[in-house]
């Protein structure tokens, strides 16, 4: 039964001009269940019935009425028709039956023909023939396989490299080849893979990784190692090293795919002359833009530090605007311009009640950042008590307001800024090293205007669009002398000192150019060396010095400045000591020294 139904889906084609005999044949194999066995009588029938189906097994009479069996054996297979034939003959002959076998035929059957032969040798033929057809679709499949994985060896990106049982090379692909010639090394296939390695030493230790992976027949993964390269350049490499039969000992050979995962340069798509506020087209701004972008995205506390007038408010605004929280409120505190005593009601707002003048409860500014971003400028000047209040706040993100026993819980960003070393104010133990820690997760430090002078023109410019309509002017310009004069100066003041003296150009400028004229004194004939600020030092006695040794038009020059500032500040010392880059001691000791007089100045 078994063996009719692997027979039923067969074909089968019978070529014999006697009636009977063809007849005789399609009876017997239909009956032992072949459904489709067509029988013909003429070569030229036969040729019509190839050429419009495929067929199994074709028996065919060696002597028939136009044309012998074995020329028609021959057509079929100049027609391709490449199943078994089975040729049939009355008069048996030794010199038919050999052609007949040169020919492929797959048997060769004597008249008078049995049924029980017939149908076994039937049977065989379809069966060898299915047997053959199997082998062939099998090795095209495997053909089909190899050439699969030969196009991926050879374009996948890492590199690959297969070794024996000897360490020779089996096969190396295009990305390994390459990969091996950056780091100095040439490697091909039938090379000793341990004596290539051994050129680099620090790729040498990976023999040991195959020797162990061919021995034990477990898997490497993710082995990395750097290689240093002869221009002091590094690779960073991932190294994988498999088995070919995994999960055996001893195994025939490893396959190692090394990743080249070094870190590409970041390259940005072009050359940004700004960022929100920020304006600046040096290097050292566009790492400070992409730090914004980077940052804005991560929900954690981030310090800026930098000297004063360097733009740490407008980073915390476009750290912000970066930010998830950009439509919450950003909230500004500048610790210095509040008295220490009511900073801590500022920030955590008071009951009514909780102290004299407390007429009625107030919302503090974290409590009003709920949400945002609460931007805490010079930071370094709070009190201790205020630190740790802070530093609480921060590790919790709950406070309680002055006065009130109700615990507030906030969903705040933290920015914090300073102009300050935090790092010398802790080995000091003027600020606690567990907020310096707390505060320093991410930080950011903005560069001096010195430092990317090549700025200033785009700056001066912003500058005078800016205040030329403040003031109602139609000025257009600056004047390459005046340009010139701006690019040498040592600019203590950075940025905020470029706008003051822009904004001060703009207002004595009576034509459409800003010139020389318009410049403030110390930058049109700067005396003092534009390495040193004399008003930036509180720690070293040279300043003192300095201005000591300085002639009358210095110390004037000094003293203009100092006062501009303290005017500028409206008379508050912390804010004219950070307008001028310097601590408030520094400050006071300078207008001593100066001889300004600290009490025209309250506040």
């Known amino acids: 039964m078994a063996m009719i139904q692997s027979a039923t889906g067969a074909a089968i084609l019978i070529v014999d001009d006697e009636v009977s005999l063809r007849n005789t044949f399609r009876i017997f194999l239909q009956r032992a269940g072949y459904e489709t066995v067509i029988a013909v009588a003429s070569p030229e029938e036969a040729v019509r019935e190839v050429s419009r189906q495929i067929f199994d097994l074709i028996i065919c009479d060696i002597v028939l009425e136009n044309q012998s069996g074995i020329d028609l054996f021959k057509r079929f297979r100049k027609l391709g028709v490449n199943c078994p034939v089975v040729i049939i003959t009355g008069f048996p002959h030794v010199e038919t039956a050999s052609e007949a076998v040169r020919l492929g035929a797959f048997d060769y059957l004597s008249k008078p023909i049995e049924k029980d032969t017939l149908l076994k040798t039937v049977r065989l033929a379809i069966s060898h023939y299915h047997l053959e057809q199997e082998k062939q679709e099998a090795e095209r499949a495997r053909e089909q396989y190899r050439s699969f994985l030969e196009t991926i060896f050879k374009s996948v990106s890492d590199g690959i490299v297969s070794v024996d049982q000897q360490m020779k090379v089996m096969q190396v692909n295009q990305a390994a080849a390459t990969l091996f010639q950056e780091v100095g090394l040439y490697i091909c296939e039938g090379d000793g893979f341990d004596s290539v390695l051994l050129r680099r030493p620090v790729l040498a230790q990976i023999t040991e990784k195959v020797a162990e992976v061919l021995n034990k027949g477990t898997e490497l993964t993710d082995h990395r190692v750097e290689c240093f390269l002869d221009d002091d350049r590094k690779k960073l490499l991932s190294i994988c090293i498999s088995p070919l039969h995994t999960g055996e000992k001893n195994a025939p050979g490893a ?318 010392k912390a804010k004219a000591a950070r307008i001028l880059n310097v601590n408030r001691s520094t400050l006071y000791r300078k207008m001593r020294e100066l001889h300004i007089d600290i009490d025209l100045f309250s506040g």
């Open 255 to 572: 396959v190692l795919v090394f990743r080249d995962i070094t870190r590409k340069e970041l390259v940005l798509p072009q050359k940004r002359t700004r960022f929100h506020q920020l304006i600046g087209a040096s290097p050292p701004m566009q790492n400070v833009y992409l730090l914004v972008e980077n940052i804005g995205r991560v929900d954690t506390t981030v310090l800026i530090t930098g000297a004063s007038g360097t733009g740490k408010e407008l980073v915390a605004g476009a750290i912000h605007k970066e930010s998830s929280r950009r439509n919450r409120p950003l909230v500004m505190v500048d610790c210095t311009t509040i008295q220490d005593t009511l900073l801590e009601s500022e920030l955590f707002g008071h009951k009514k009640g909780a102290f004299t003048g407390a007429n009625e409860t107030r919302d503090g500014r974290i409590l009003q950042a709920d949400g945002g971003t609460l931007f805490l400028d010079e930071i370094g000047d709070i009190s201790k008590t205020m630190q740790l209040r802070l530093l609480r706040f921060l590790q919790e993100k709950t406070f309680y307001p002055v006065g009130s026993d109700r615990k507030v819980q906030v969903d705040v960003r933290v920015v914090a800024a300073t102009n300050v070393d935090l790092k010398k104010k802790v080995a000091r133990g003027e600020f606690r090293e567990d907020l310096y820690f707390r505060l320093l997760v991410i930080d950011i430090n903005l560069p001096l205007l010195k430092d990317r002078k090549e700025d200033i023109e785009l700056l001066t410019h912003h500058f005078i669009t800016r205040y030329a309509q403040k003031v109602h002017k139609n000025i257009t310009g600056i004047s390459e002398q005046a340009l010139e004069l701006l690019g040498g100066y040592h600019w203590p003041g950075n940025v905020r000192q470029l706008k003051h003296f822009i904004e001060r150009a703009c207002i004595l400028c009576h034509d459409t150019t800003i010139s020389t004229e318009h410049l403030p004194q110390e930058i049109a004939g700067e005396t003092i060396p534009a390495n040193i600020n004399p008003l930036s030092s509180a720690d070293d006695d040279k300043t003192a010095d300095l201005v000591e040794q300085a002639d009358d038009n210095s110390r004037q020059q000094l003293t203009g400045e100092i006062v501009n500032a303290l005017r500028r500040a409206g008379g508050n």
